[in-house]
């Protein structure tokens, strides 16, 4: 496993929780990443993604002013910071290593994919 996504778990509508995506085996401080999300019966979606420096990123319409993508490269980790959580952001939340050192919302520029960590948002 290269990317390892942790952080999951449930919290009630409002709340907050911090995702972090850490690389191991080899870095990604030269590559784009983004985090990705997959409801039940529904197709996976971006959420957000951070160019190789952490100058740019890019968001959902949905989740913009509510969730933000940082990035430590020293620590080979990216976080997902998500705030004033919704039930509709209840998902399995993926992170992903693009083959392009900018940002991106398309999934196939992604090449490298961590296992997904569970986020369940109560009513």
């Known amino acids: 496993v290269q990317l390892q996504a942790s952080g999951g778990g449930l919290v009630q509508a409002g709340g907050s929780l911090r995702l972090s995506c850490t690389a191991s085996?080899?870095?990604?401080?030269?590559?784009?990443m983004g985090w990705f999300r997959q409801a039940p019966g529904k197709e996976r979606e971006i959420v957000g993604s951070?160019?190789?420096?952490?100058?740019?990123?890019i968001y959902l319409d949905s989740v913009k002013d509510r969730f933000t993508i940082t990035r430590d490269n020293a620590k080979n980790t990216m976080y997902l910071q998500m705030n004033s959580l919704k039930p509709e952001d209840t998902a399995v939340y993926y992170c992903?290593?693009?083959?392009?050192?900018?940002?991106?919302?398309?999934?196939?520029?992604?090449?490298?994919w961590g296992q997904g960590t569970q986020v369940t948002v109560s009513s």
């Open positions: 085996r080899r870095t990604f401080s030269n590559n784009g």
């Open positions: 951070i160019s190789w420096s952490g100058d740019s990123t």
């Open positions: 992903a290593a693009s083959i392009f050192a900018r940002g991106s919302s398309a999934k196939e520029h992604y090449r490298y």
